[in-house]
C-alpha cells in the first residue's frame, strides 16, 4: 500500500546489516540478468543485500539475504531474509501476475525489480509493501495470497501513476469524479489495516474503506479491484473511475486495458 500521497523515495546511503550468512543466488548469472529485459537495478541494491534470484516479465525479484535498514524520507524502513520455502511461493505468485502485463510494461512504468522481504516496518509500525524505492518495490511476504496479489497489482498502479505525470497527488481530475463533499483522509499511513481492503457496499463511489484514504489510494485500490476481478459496487462514480483509470493506462500502453480486464470492466 502506497504510504504517502506525493513522495517518491530514493535508496539513502546508510545500511544496517544485522545478520549473517548470506543466501546463495539460486539462479547462476542473476545478477547479470537484471538488466537484460528490463530496468537497471540501483546501483546500491547489493549494499543492502538485495539478491536477484529469478525474472518475470522484465522485473528482478530480489530476496533480502540478511537484516537491513533503509534511511528513507519518511523514517528508517527495516527488514529482514524471508524463509526460502515463502520466498519461492511469492516468487511464483509473482511471476503468474506480472506475466498479465503486456511486455515492456515495467520500463514504461520505471519498475525495475521488487524485493521480497520479511517482518518489514517504517519507524517500527509493520507495513505490507512500499513502492517507488529507487525503482524497487519492497514487499513483506507474510500475508494470505487473495491479499498479496491484490497489494502486488495495487503497487504496480502506484508505478504508473507516478509515471503518468510525475506526481500521485493532488489530482483535481480524479477528485472531480467523486460526488460533490466527498472528502479523503489522512493518506494511506492511516488505514493500513487488512481489513481496509475489503470490499464495501457501504462507501458510495468507493471499492473499500482504504480507498477513502487518499486520492492516491483510491486509484490504485480501484485498478486492483479490476485486474484481480473482485466485483465492483454497482456505483455510477466507481463506473467512472474505471473509465479514466481505462484512458490513463491506455497513454501508457495501449495494450493493457484489454489484458488487465478494462475493456470489459469499463463498459
Not at 483510491?218 to 484481480?228: I, L, Q
Amino acid at each position: 500500500m502506497r504510504p504517502s500521497p506525493v513522495a517518491i523515495f530514493v535508496i539513502g546511503a546508510v545500511v544496517t546489516a544485522a545478520a549473517v550468512g548470506v543466501s546463495a543466488k539460486r539462479a547462476a548469472g542473476a545478477s547479470d540478468a537484471a538488466v537484460e529485459d528490463g530496468l537497471p537495478l540501483p546501483v546500491d541494491a547489493p549494499v543492502y543485500g538485495f539478491s536477484p534470484v529469478a525474472r518475470a516479465n522484465g522485473v528482478a525479484l530480489l530476496e533480502a539475504t540478511r537484516d537491513f535498514t533503509m534511511a528513507l524520507p519518511n523514517g528508517p524502513v527495516k527488514g529482514s531474509a524471508p524463509a526460502p520455502v515463502r520466498a519461492q511461493t511469492v516468487e511464483r505468485i509473482l511471476q503468474r501476475e506480472l506475466s498479465r502485463y503486456p511486455h515492456g510494461y515495467f520500463t514504461k512504468v520505471n519498475l525495475a525489480g521488487v524485493v521480497l522481504a520479511d517482518d518489514l516496518v517504517e519507524n517500527e509500525a509493520p507495513i505490507p509493501s512500499l513502492p517507488n524505492v529507487a525503482r524497487l518495490l519492497l514487499l513483506d511476504v507474510h500475508a494470505a495470497e487473495l491479499d498479496l496479489v491484490r497489494a502486488i497489482h495495487h503497487e504496480v498502479w502506484h508505478f504508473t501513476d507516478l509515471a503518468d505525470d510525475g506526481m500521485l497527488a493532488p489530482d483535481p481530475a480524479w477528485r472531480a469524479l467523486n460526488a460533490p463533499g466527498t472528502l479523503y483522509g489522512s493518506g494511506g499511513r492511516s488505514l493500513r489495516s487488512t481489513w481496509a481492503a475489503r470490499p464495501s457496499e457501504d462507501l458510495p463511489g468507493f471499492v473499500s474503506p482504504y480507498a477513502t484514504a487518499g486520492e492516491e489510494e483510491d486509484k490504485a485500490e480501484t485498478f486492483a479491484f479490476v485486474v484481480t476481478g473482485r466485483k465492483l459496487p454497482n456505483d455510477e462514480v466507481v463506473r467512472a473511475k474505471v473509465r479514466e483509470l481505462r484512458r490513463r493506462l491506455a497513454t501508457i500502453d495501449d495494450e493493457a486495458p484489454s489484458k488487465l480486464g478494462f475493456d470489459h470492466a469499463s463498459r
